[in-house]
């Protein structure tokens, strides 16, 4: 028996030491438990937390304490609660934000300032930006005097449009939407409306621009195409099976890679947790595990179903630069909400679009630390993806089974192994600014000869909160066949995406692809 039990450990320890993936720790106390996060094109990363927490571990510069009469705990608060962390050298350095942040919304502007709207308390209406640098700069967050939100905005959804503009949908009791730069005002939304049930459901709705300009907007278990030209519900889609799959209940959502002629666009959506498990309080109700599939395109749309390995409720969908599906975080219990979910979902999964129904999940190498509440994932130009947050309670709590996550990690995706670093490309040459339908080269070299298609691919830098990363999308140019060049180098034509509805204007990651084997990106500015 001893004997028998002996090698089942010895199986399973092998079996986790041998699934694809590895991770690092970055930064053992970041200062703060990262809420809401977005990587900027300087190679830096905002880290943003609510403000009405208590004492964080990053204190503000001298001097700049902020008064806070909705602290519970702090009324002069002189610590930071939002930080820019520099991937590069690992270092950190205190934001300084004035407003309550919390369960908030965000998007970079075209010309990559970041966009950040609502929150809770004195930041419900408030509209902020964040002008970004590197970790030696002065940047930091304004909060704008002269213009606010027509309505309240906690727990929205922001979307960057064609012209440059962004939209801002829904929010708790807000069932309309509105824009920056206002226009109108706020324009009600009925659909947000209609799926609302007894446990809201409708927050943090799934927003997503297809390639024809309209918008595919999800919240509870069902979608509508949406008109921002007109504001008007063009159709609706087929309800999804399996429950609820919005805040309270997320799961989560990415639109798959555009490509080819930029016509189809297709949608997926993973996990949540089951209705009732956030009225009752059920921290140990199963997630559910399924996925739905949509060609949000079509003319005659249907979902189709698979599962995945794990039920899971809070996980991140990262859309990785080879179209792939990083499925990372999350609980396979509970629901959102404080202290509210149990059983951490340690495994990632890697979703490949291109293989068929039932062999499209990959378990990879587990993480050891829990990320539950209020943690998420990003993508980084040097491929991988950072993981950060996690803070289940009211306020920092260290003592907790699941305490609050100072920790910020890195996952690295099998791709960049070292026995492929011979097929890594490196991008040598590249514009820094190209326009919509332009032709363009790349000058990339490898270290072992070019044997197929070196993709070039546009990767948006999202803002990630509450499992949903807000303005995602993957765009894989049109090339032509790599040319050699000189000595391990290749030249790559290109062309720019055509016009913003295929890839809103503002600055990409761009990555060159070589046998699926993506190169550190170089930052674009896409421009009209």
Same mark, same amino acid.
């Given at each position: 028996m001893e004997l028998l039990v002996l090698s089942m450990f010895t199986f399973f320890f092998l079996s986790r030491a041998e699934l694809p993936g590895t991770w690092d720790l970055l930064v053992p106390n970041a200062g703060i438990s990262s809420m809401h996060s977005a990587v900027t094109r300087f190679n830096t990363v905002v880290l943003l937390d609510r403000t009405n927490t208590g004492p964080s571990r990053k204190m503000l510069r001298k001097g700049h304490c902020r008064l806070d009469p909705h602290d519970a705990v702090l009324k002069r608060d002189c610590y930071a609660h939002s930080v820019l962390f520099d991937i590069q050298t690992n270092q950190i350095r205190? +934001?300084?934000? +004035?407003?309550?942040?919390?369960?908030?919304?965000?998007?970079?502007?075209?010309?990559?300032?970041?966009?950040?709207?609502?929150?809770?308390? *004195?930041?419900?209406?408030?509209?902020?930006?964040?002008?970004?640098? *590197?970790?030696?700069?002065?940047?930091? =967050?304004? #909060?704008?005097? *002269?213009?606010? +939100?027509?309505?309240? %905005? =906690?727990?929205?959804?922001?979307?960057?449009?064609?012209?440059?503009?962004?939209?801002?949908?829904?929010?708790?009791?807000?069932?309309?939407?509105?824009y920056y730069p206002p226009r109108n005002g706020a324009v009600l939304f009925p659909f947000l409306a209609d799926v609302e049930d007894k446990q809201m459901d409708n927050l943090y709705p799934y927003v997503h621009l297809l390639p024809n300009d309209q918008l595919f907007v999800f919240a509870n278990n069902k979608a509508v195409l949406f008109d921002h030209e007109t504001n008007k519900v063009v159709r609706g889609y087929p309800p999804l099976d399996g429950g609820p799959r919005n805040y309270p209940s997320a799961g989560s959502s990415a639109m798959l890679a555009l490509e080819g002629d930029y016509s189809t666009a297709v949608i997926v959506i993973c996990g949540g947790a089951q209705y009732g498990a956030f009225i009752e309080r059920s921290t140990d109700t199963p997630a559910h595990g399924s996925c739905g599939r949509i060609v949000a395109t079509s003319l005659d749309p249907i979902w189709e179903m698979e599962d995945m390995p794990f039920g899971r409720i809070m996980g991140d969908m990262v859309m990785l630069p080879t179209g792939e599906v990083l499925v990372i975080n999350g609980a396979q219990a509970g629901t959102q909400g404080f202290e509210m979910a149990s059983n951490p979902c340690l495994y990632p999964l890697l979703y490949r679009p291109d293989q068929p129904v039932g062999l499209r999940f990959m378990t990879l190498n587990p993480g050891t630390v829990p990320r539950l509440y209020h943690s998420m994932a990003n993508l980084l130009p040097d491929g991988r993806v950072m993981i950060a947050g996690s803070n289940p309670?009211?306020?920092?709590?260290?003592?907790?089974?699941?305490?609050?996550?100072?920790?910020? #990690?890195?996952?690295?995706? #099998?791709?960049?192994?070292? *026995? %492929?670093?011979?097929?890594?490309?490196?991008?040598?040459?590249?514009?820094?600014?190209?326009?919509?339908?332009?032709?363009?080269?790349?000058?990339?070299?490898?270290? +072992?000869?070019?044997?197929?298609?070196? #993709?070039v691919n546009f990767a948006s830098a999202p803002f990630a909160t509450h499992s949903f990363s807000q303005g995602q999308r993957l765009v894989k140019l049109t090339v032509t066949p790599s040319v050699p060049a000189s000595g391990n180098q290749y030249k790559v034509e290109c062309k720019a995406p055509p016009n913003g509805a295929v890839a809103p204007p503002g600055y990409y990651m761009v990555f060159a692809v070589n046998q699926g084997v993506p190169s550190v990106a170089r930052w674009v500015h896409l421009v009209a």
């Amino acid at each position: 028996m001893e004997l028998l039990v002996l090698s089942m450990f010895t199986f399973f320890f092998l079996s986790r030491a041998e699934l694809p993936g590895t991770w690092d720790l970055l930064v053992p106390n970041a200062g703060i438990s990262s809420m809401h996060s977005a990587v900027t094109r300087f190679n830096t990363v905002v880290l943003l937390d609510r403000t009405n927490t208590g004492p964080s571990r990053k204190m503000l510069r001298k001097g700049h304490c902020r008064l806070d009469p909705h602290d519970a705990v702090l009324k002069r608060d002189c610590y930071a609660h939002s930080v820019l962390f520099d991937i590069q050298t690992n270092q950190i350095r205190p +934001l300084m934000i +004035l407003t309550d942040t919390w369960c908030s919304s965000g998007q970079f502007l075209h010309d990559g300032t970041l966009l950040q709207t609502g929150g809770d308390l *004195d930041g419900f209406k408030k509209i902020r930006k964040l002008d970004p640098c *590197d970790i030696n700069g002065s940047c930091d =967050w304004v #909060e704008l005097d *002269d213009v606010e +939100l027509s309505e309240g %905005r =906690w727990y929205a959804s922001n979307q960057i449009l064609p012209d440059g503009s962004v939209i801002i949908i829904g929010g708790r009791g807000a069932n309309t939407v509105e824009y920056y730069p206002p226009r109108n005002g706020a324009v009600l939304f009925p659909f947000l409306a209609d799926v609302e049930d007894k446990q809201m459901d409708n927050l943090y709705p799934y927003v997503h621009l297809l390639p024809n300009d309209q918008l595919f907007v999800f919240a509870n278990n069902k979608a509508v195409l949406f008109d921002h030209e007109t504001n008007k519900v063009v159709r609706g889609y087929p309800p999804l099976d399996g429950g609820p799959r919005n805040y309270p209940s997320a799961g989560s959502s990415a639109m798959l890679a555009l490509e080819g002629d930029y016509s189809t666009a297709v949608i997926v959506i993973c996990g949540g947790a089951q209705y009732g498990a956030f009225i009752e309080r059920s921290t140990d109700t199963p997630a559910h595990g399924s996925c739905g599939r949509i060609v949000a395109t079509s003319l005659d749309p249907i979902w189709e179903m698979e599962d995945m390995p794990f039920g899971r409720i809070m996980g991140d969908m990262v859309m990785l630069p080879t179209g792939e599906v990083l499925v990372i975080n999350g609980a396979q219990a509970g629901t959102q909400g404080f202290e509210m979910a149990s059983n951490p979902c340690l495994y990632p999964l890697l979703y490949r679009p291109d293989q068929p129904v039932g062999l499209r999940f990959m378990t990879l190498n587990p993480g050891t630390v829990p990320r539950l509440y209020h943690s998420m994932a990003n993508l980084l130009p040097d491929g991988r993806v950072m993981i950060a947050g996690s803070n289940p309670h009211h306020i920092y709590n260290f003592k907790a089974e699941f305490p609050t996550e100072l920790r910020i #990690e890195a996952f690295s995706l #099998e791709y960049l192994s070292p *026995d %492929r670093a011979n097929i890594r490309p490196v991008i040598e040459e590249i514009p820094d600014t190209v326009r919509f339908g332009e032709a363009f080269n790349v000058l990339v070299s490898v270290t +072992l000869p070019v044997v197929g298609i070196v #993709e070039v691919n546009f990767a948006s830098a999202p803002f990630a909160t509450h499992s949903f990363s807000q303005g995602q999308r993957l765009v894989k140019l049109t090339v032509t066949p790599s040319v050699p060049a000189s000595g391990n180098q290749y030249k790559v034509e290109c062309k720019a995406p055509p016009n913003g509805a295929v890839a809103p204007p503002g600055y990409y990651m761009v990555f060159a692809v070589n046998q699926g084997v993506p190169s550190v990106a170089r930052w674009v500015h896409l421009v009209a």
